[in-house]
Every structure is written in structure tokens, then in C-alpha cells.
């Protein structure tokens, strides 16, 4: 699949029925639990965080949708997608470990899926609808899964980094019992008290009360090209400066949730990050308007801009899902039930985060020119094959040196104004280089007799 990864399951056993069948058996396997296939991966990755100090723990959901093969009913077990139309598929839910000092991404530190229940459950109870489980859960499932591993010798901080599906106060209040921090962006507009003087408090919209504050900073924020998983063009690149202003705020719980209407309110850095006069050409929904809620202490400018920073990483899980979905191209594949799909997805995404990792330390310039750092990453035969297709030194080879090779083979040209290679070129030039690395590792040793 590393090999080929982009293609069909007969096309990357090379035609051999017996390895393909041994493919569908193992993915069809009821008793094979995806999170099983991928517990060594999780493993080394929890294995590289606890050699950090900081690892951000980026979180997202992501689509994956099967609504044509759906429709036809090739495919069973498939659930509602959001929006108004007819989409069909199930949802995944991905941890990445990010190390803060190197902003490298480490691996895949939780995954699970679930399938959207046909309707809403009339007839339920406001505390019925509590008590069951819902999606916005998935968050805090996901940290205190993470603290059943921490052990009570590392010295790991873990700060979770999310998006405004993460804006939810159980979640917020779990990280901080467990001794996590967090990076949200804020979606709700919540009623919250800041601290004027000692013994005083001003209350009002969270909105309100950051607008009030006076501007702590300017930052010029370089803006790269945004597409959503499937490849579609949402933002160009560009340069937006934008106004930074924070301050402590006070979260009140949820007074219409009993679980959490007596607990204590949660004391929380509010960091506003604003466009105040972008250009003309571009749109409203396109401005950035930034609501970061952080459990990190926030007194100065650079404790801002440090978190700011760690936010804006969060668009790497993006880029994870891209990659499986674009360059392993995981909605295509061919399997008939739900339960097969998300085996499959299990194995593709360590593929992505492979590609990641690869990409990262071809752009890291601690490791970009580095020769030693390209042994972690690449095997022998490979760093042959790149070297004889650049003509240097297998002994000289760096990572950057060895990401180009690939691009390059899968189509890119390299110009100045071409950009980064996309993932279908990136697996097409590893597709090659695989084939000949696995050529050259069969090849009978010369015969100098």
C-alpha cells in the first residue's frame, strides 16, 4: 500500500489473487479491531512524545463520504452526513501528536469513527438527551484516553489544540482534572466576567469584552493556500496584519446542563486575533477573526504570540486529512461494508502521516540539509535510488535533497512560483521510487569473479 498508495487493493498486490485475498480477509475480519491494527503506530508515537516537553494534541473531525456507492447500495452500514442533501458515510475522529519546540508531527495518537444515527430520538427527555453520548463528546473521550497512558514518570505537557468544534466546556473542564492544557477557537458568544480591579468584576459577552480591550500588539500573518479535503480552493495565499488583543476571563458552566450547573467556573486566557482593514478583494467569511480560549497563563506579548503560534499548527490535521483522502484516496476504495471501510482507513492514515513526516523534514531547517536526520526516515534501498536519480553521494544525501527527488519524479517542476508538489505528485514520485528501491533490494549481488 506504502508502494502504491493512491490506487486500488488488486492493483497494489500486483495482480497475485492469493495476497489480494488474503487483503480482503483480513479487512473484512469482524474479529480485527481498527484500533488494533493500529496500536503499534500509536505506541511509537507515544514513545517519541514522552521525549518532548510540549506535544500539541491537534484534534478534528473529517467526512469521509460514500454517497454514490451509497445510493447504488453497494456498500452497507453508511450513516447521514451534515448539511441539508442526501450524503451518505461516516465520520472519523483524529488525535495528532505535534512536538511545540519543532512543530514536527509525531504520529497518530487516537482514532475512532462512528456512523450519524438516521434521525433525532423523539420523544426523549431533556436529561435523556444528556445522558446519551454525542459527537461533541468525542474531545474529552480523546483526553482522558490519552491520561490512562500517561505514566506518573513523564514529564510530557500535553496541550489539546482544536477548532470550533472543540468550544465546549465539559471538554474544557476535563483538561483541566487531568492536568491538560488546551487551544480552542472559540464558537460561542458566552456570557463572561473579567477581572477590572481587585474586588471588581465587569461582565458581558466574550466578544464585547475583548473589543474593550486595548490593541497589545500587531502581527502579520503569511496566509498559504486553503483547500478543503477534496481539493477545492477556499482561500488564496496572501499577507494579512492583524490586531492582537487578551485578557482572563471567567467561564460560568452551562446553567441548562445538570451534570455541570453546580461545578465551578473555569478561569481561561481569551486571546482576540483580528483583521481590522483586510483588502478589498477579499471576503467577509475570509477575514481573520480568531477567538482563542487557552488554559495556558496569558501576562505578556509573547505568551500570546506563543499560543497563536501553536494554534495556527492545528492546520496540519488539514493537511492529514488531505493526504488520505487525495493522495490515498480512501473514499474510492471499492469495500462493501462500514466496518471494512474504517480497517482500511486505519492503515491509510499512518500512510499520510508517513508522507507528513517526510515533507516536514525536507522544510525543517534543523533537519532540511542534515544527512544523519534522512536515516530515521528512509531505508537503504530508497536513499540508493535517490541517489543514483540525483547523481550525489548516498553518504551526502539530506532530506530536503531526498523530498525533491520524489516531487519531481511524480511531475514536479520546481519553478519559483509553482509552489509546494501536491499529494498526488508527492505518491506518484514515491510510487517510482518504491518500485525501484524493491528492484534494486532483489537485485543478485555483482559477480566480480
Known amino acids: 500500500m506504502m508502494g502504491n498508495p493512491d490506487a486500488s487493493l488488486p492493483c497494489q498486490h500486483d495482480g497475485s489473487w492469493?495476497?489480494?485475498?488474503?487483503?480482503?480477509?483480513?479487512?473484512?475480519?469482524?474479529?480485527v479491531y481498527p484500533q488494533a491494527m493500529q496500536q503499534p503506530h500509536r505506541d511509537l508515537t507515544w514513545h517519541s512524545c514522552r521525549k518532548a516537553a510540549v506535544v500539541l494534541v491537534v484534534q478534528d473531525d473529517t467526512e469521509l463520504d460514500f454517497s454514490r456507492r451509497a445510493t447504488r447500495g453497494s456498500v452497507k452500514g453508511m450513516g447521514p452526513l451534515s448539511g441539508s442533501g442526501h450524503g451518505r458515510g461516516l465520520y472519523q475522529h483524529t488525535a495528532l501528536a505535534v512536538e511545540a519546540s519543532s512543530r514536527r508531527v509525531l504520529g497518530i495518537l487516537d482514532q475512532r469513527w462512528w456512523v450519524r444515527a438516521e434521525k433525532t430520538h423523539d420523544g426523549e427527555t431533556r436529561r435523556q438527551r444528556q445522558a446519551r453520548t454525542t459527537e461533541a463528546d468525542r474531545w474529552e473521550q480523546v483526553a482522558r484516553g490519552l491520561a490512562g497512558r500517561h505514566e506518573p514518570w513523564d514529564r510530557t505537557r500535553l496541550i489539546h489544540v482544536g477548532d470550533r468544534g472543540s468550544d465546549v466546556w465539559r471538554f474544557m473542564q476535563a483538561c483541566g482534572e487531568l492536568d491538560h492544557g488546551f487551544i480552542?477557537?472559540?464558537?460561542?458568544?458566552?456570557?463572561?466576567?473579567?477581572?477590572?480591579?481587585?474586588?471588581?468584576?465587569a461582565s458581558g459577552r466574550l466578544w464585547t469584552i475583548l473589543e474593550r480591550q486595548p490593541p497589545q500588539a500587531g502581527l502579520s500573518l503569511r496566509l498559504t493556500r486553503q483547500r478543503k479535503s477534496e481539493g477545492t480552493v477556499t482561500r488564496e495565499p496572501r499577507t494579512a496584519r492583524a490586531t492582537v488583543r487578551f485578557t482572563t476571563v471567567t467561564l460560568p458552566p452551562p446553567r441548562n446542563d445538570p451534570r455541570t450547573a453546580k461545578d465551578q467556573p473555569l478561569v481561561v486566557s481569551a486571546i482576540h486575533v483580528h483583521e481590522d482593514d483586510p483588502p478589498a478583494d477579499v471576503k467577509p467569511a475570509q477575514r481573520i477573526d480568531w477567538m482563542l480560549l487557552s488554559s495556558e497563563p496569558v501576562h505578556e506579548v509573547s505568551e500570546a504570540l506563543q499560543i497563536i503560534g501553536w494554534y495556527q499548527q492545528r492546520w496540519l490535521i488539514e493537511e492529514f486529512h488531505r493526504g488520505l483522502k487525495q493522495g490515498c484516496r480512501l473514499e474510492?476504495?471499492?469495500l462493501d461494508h462500514v466496518e471494512d471501510i474504517q480497517r482500511l482507513a486505519a492503515l491509510q492514515s499512518v500512510i499520510a502521516v508517513r508522507f507528513i513526516q517526510t515533507r516536514d523534514a525536507a522544510n525543517d531547517p534543523t533537519l532540511a540539509h542534515d544527512p544523519a536526520a534522512l536515516l530515521e526516515l528512509a531505508p537503504l534501498a530508497q536513499r540508493q535510488v535517490v541517489a543514483l536519480w540525483t547523481g550525489r553521494s548516498i553518504e551526502t544525501l539530506t532530506p530536503k535533497q531526498f523530498y525533491l527527488a520524489i516531487a519531481k519524479r511524480g511531475g514536479h517542476l520546481g519553478r519559483t512560483r509553482d509552489g509546494p508538489p501536491g499529494w498526488l505528485t508527492l505518491h506518484r514520485g514515491m510510487h517510482d521510487l518504491l518500485v525501484a528501491a524493491d528492484t534494486l533490494s532483489r537485485a543478485p549481488p555483482p559477480n566480480c569473479g
Open 332 to 334: 474510492d476504495s471499492r
Open 18 to 31: 492469493a495476497c489480494l485475498k488474503g487483503a480482503y480477509r483480513l479487512l473484512s475480519n469482524s474479529a
Open 184 to 201: 480552542i477557537r472559540a464558537q460561542h458568544d458566552r456570557w463572561v466576567s473579567e477581572a477590572q480591579t481587585p474586588g471588581s468584576t
